[in-house]
C-alpha cells in the first residue's frame, strides 16, 4: 500500500512552531496549491492544504519560510478525528510531510510577475535578520544561503 503527496504551493500565513511535553518540536502551515484547470468562469482556483512538520524540519521552515514563499512538501496524507470544545466530532485531513523544500530564497529586489495594470514590480523581503538581503545581484545564479539553510531536510527525529 501506498500514501504519498507531493505538493507545490505558496505559505497562506508563517508557519506556527509549537513544542510537545517532551520537548519534540511541531510545525504547521497551510499551502495554497492552484488547481490545473481554471473554473467555468476562467478563474484560477486554489486549494489550501494544511502541513504539519516535526522534529528539525518543523523548525527550519519556522525559521526560514515565510508568508507567500514557494516551498515543495513530500509526505503523507493523514485523517485523524477530535472533539472539540462543543462536543463534536471533528475530522481533519492534513498532509504530515517528511521533507520541505525551498523553491525560492527571500531577495531583495527579485522580479515577480507583471501586475494586473501590466506593469512589473518587485517582491517584498521575506526574510529576517542577517539573510534578510540579497548580495549577489551581480549573480542571479548565486545562492548565498547554500551552506546556510538546510535545504530539502528529512525528518529523521520523527518516524511517520
Known amino acids: 500500500m501506498l500514501n504519498?503527496?507531493?505538493?507545490i504551493g505558496r505559505l497562506t500565513a508563517d508557519p506556527v512552531l509549537r513544542y510537545t511535553q517532551s520537548g519534540t518540536a511541531v510545525g504547521s502551515f497551510t499551502l495554497a496549491v492552484n488547481r490545473m484547470h481554471t473554473n467555468q468562469n476562467g478563474e484560477q482556483e486554489a486549494d489550501f492544504i494544511n502541513i504539519v512538520t516535526w522534529g528539525k524540519t518543523a523548525e527550519n521552515c519556522a525559521q526560514y519560510l515565510?508568508?507567500?514563499r514557494l516551498?515543495?512538501?513530500d509526505g503523507r496524507l493523514q485523517i485523524r478525528s477530535y472533539e472539540n470544545r462543543e462536543g463534536q466530532r471533528v475530522r481533519v485531513a492534513e498532509v504530515v510531510a517528511q521533507s520541505v523544500r525551498f523553491l525560492?530564497?527571500?531577495?531583495?529586489n527579485a522580479p515577480q510577475s507583471p501586475g494586473k495594470d501590466g506593469s512589473?514590480?518587485?517582491t517584498a523581503n521575506a526574510g529576517?535578520?542577517?539573510n534578510s538581503s540579497y548580495p549577489y545581484d551581480d549573480d542571479p545564479f548565486a545562492d548565498p544561503f547554500a551552506e546556510d539553510i538546510p535545504i530539502g531536510t528529512?525528518?529523521?527525529?520523527?518516524p511517520l
Open 154 to 158: 528529512d525528518n529523521d527525529d520523527f
Open 71 to 73: 516551498a515543495a512538501v
Open 104 to 108: 525560492e530564497r527571500s531577495q531583495k
Open 66 to 68: 515565510h508568508k507567500g
Open 120 to 122: 512589473s514590480g518587485h
Open 4 to 7: 504519498r503527496v507531493v505538493l
Open 128 to 130: 529576517s535578520g542577517a
